[in-house]
């Protein structure tokens, strides 16, 4: 069955370090990957996606995202983080079947930032 | 203007009534979606339309019906509420395909007492 796994439920880092978020996946085809953010009180948005192609995925506000197939792992990172990017962030796998799709997401990865 | 729309943002009521959260999007999309949060945050999705066709119908109790009267909005009715029904609600849109991934709406929070 296909699954998203997030191994860290709560990440704290100091502004201005960097950031690594774990994600890895079940699945059996070639996956559709993507990241998620959460800031509290608001809805899910999307920072970038991986369908093929290198490897190595920018998004926005900074961030990029490196899929490694021999790891079934699609991680996160940010070179300096900012305050502003306390969130949740989910991972989450594109499963399709002709007009179906639907996306499977990992529990989430909370991060808080020390100033 | 907002691509994913959800009203209302903050729904209390009691147990047993029964409610209705709406969803519109403006962004041409042919596949609409509710996902359900959690107080862990957990994310799952409970349906899905494709062109106001139901596609994707998880595991929920029959009191949640979705109502789709275009493929702009995909209403969410709970019948018969009751206190495990609180979450955030979130509806979602995407193209048929979804690999461009869901455009979300900020969701709907309910809290059910």
């Known amino acids: 069955a296909q699954s998203v796994t997030q191994p860290d439920i709560h990440i704290t880092v100091s502004e201005g370090a960097s950031l690594e978020l774990r994600c890895n996946y079940s699945?059996?085809?070639?996956?559709?990957l993507f990241w998620y953010v959460q800031s509290p009180g608001q809805g899910l948005q999307l920072l970038l996606k991986?369908?093929?192609?290198?490897?190595l995925v920018q998004g926005i506000k900074g961030f990029e995202a490196e899929f490694k197939r021999s790891q079934s792992s699609f991680n996160l990172r940010k070179p300096s983080v900012h305050w502003s990017d306390a969130a949740e962030y989910f991972c989450?796998?594109?499963?399709?079947?002709?007009?179906?799709?639907?996306?499977?997401f990992g529990k989430g990865t909370k991060l808080s930032v020390k100033p | 203007d907002t691509a994913v729309s959800q009203t209302p943002k903050y729904l209390v009521t009691q147990m047993g009534n029964d409610k209705s959260i709406k969803c519109e999007q403006n962004l041409g999309h042919d596949t609409m979606y509710w996902y359900k949060q959690d107080s862990k945050k957990f994310l799952k999705i409970m349906f899905s339309?494709?062109?106001?066709?139901?596609?994707i119908n998880e595991t929920v109790p029959n009191r949640f019906s979705p109502k789709s009267p275009d493929k702009a909005h995909l209403n969410l009715h709970i019948n018969s509420l009751e206190l495990g029904d609180s979450a955030v609600y979130f509806c979602?849109?995407?193209?048929?395909?979804?690999?461009?991934?869901?455009?979300f709406g900020s969701g709907t929070r309910l809290t059910v007492v």
């Open positions: 979602a849109s995407s193209q048929e395909t979804a690999v461009g991934g869901y455009t």
């Open positions: 339309y494709n062109n106001k066709e139901l596609i």
């Open positions: 699945y059996g085809a070639t996956p559709y």
């Open positions: 989450a796998v594109g499963i399709y079947g002709g007009s179906q799709g639907n996306l499977i």
């Open positions: 991986y369908f093929s192609g290198d490897t």
